[in-house]
């Protein structure tokens, strides 16, 4: 699949919306957001300390949006018009029973995101390639963007943004296992939260957003270190993200 796939990306100047009605191409995108959607693969994952991010996945999601054709569906109450599908569509009590989430009203979850037992989604915008594993909670009105990684046992509380977009060169926003991320903050592409941590209300964390130990004297950017408590701060008039280690009564 992934040759294939490499293969396409090559010629995708090429393509168009007549190309997924080829049985081979049709096959290979339509089986990897499959993939995606039931949690057979991802688009990244962790090995030891490191995060190794599958790139061949995410051409393979741009390119079926390049070729999907838009149509209309419905949730029963409201008309979407989209080139993807919903997850949910024709899902019924079984199978979400066997799935063992909980997905409340006003929830929309595109097709090619993965949600694992144990996980419930509150009011909340779920993107294709968004992996969220077990026993996580997303609040309401949260965003979760393109690809980001939702780890274990994760809060993210509500009016959360988690962005995430279709660039081949954008790696996915991570947020590791056993987080709380607090209402209202925004976390930017690229960025990695670390297993632990809390983030208190209102941060914005992007890229070049300072990450101040001030306790070291350490500076970190796009990451959040395991087990550290967050909260944002101005110092001299420069708006930035100050940790210290989490208390144990915390831990």
């Known amino acids: 699949m992934k040759s294939y796939i490499e293969q396409l990306w090559d010629v995708r100047d090429t393509l168009n919306k007549e190309s997924l009605k080829e049985p081979e191409i049709k096959k290979a995108i339509l089986d990897t957001i499959d993939d995606l959607d039931r949690g057979r693969i991802r688009l990244a994952y962790k090995e030891h300390l490191d995060w190794n991010i599958n790139f061949w996945i995410k051409k393979a999601i741009i390119l079926y949006l390049k070729m999907a054709e838009d149509y209309m569906t419905t949730n029963g109450t409201h008309k979407f018009y989209d080139n993807i599908p919903l997850k949910f569509d024709n899902w019924d009590h079984l199978k979400f029973a066997t799935a063992g989430i909980r997905i409340l009203a006003g929830t929309s979850v595109r097709k090619g995101a993965f949600i694992d037992k144990g996980s ?9 390639g968004v992996y969220i594993d077990e026993s996580s909670i997303i609040e309401y009105n949260c965003s979760i963007g393109v690809g980001a990684q939702i780890g274990k046992n994760c809060h993210i509380e509500a009016n959360v943004g988690i962005e995430g977009n ?6 996915p926003t991570i947020i590791e296992d056993n987080v709380i991320i607090g209402a209202k903050s925004q976390i930017g592409n690229e960025v990695k939260v670390g297993e632990g941590s809390i983030l208190e209300m209102g941060c914005l964390i992007d890229k070049k957003t300072p990450i101040v130990d001030e306790k070291v004297g350490r500076t970190y950017y796009g990451v959040v270190p395991p087990n550290s408590l967050a909260k944002p701060v101005f110092r001299d008039g420069r708006y930035m993200i100050s940790i210290s280690e989490l208390p144990t009564s915390l831990k």
């Open 166 to 171: 279709y660039s081949i060169t954008t790696k």
């Open 120 to 128: 419930i989604i509150k009011s909340s915008f779920i993107e294709i």
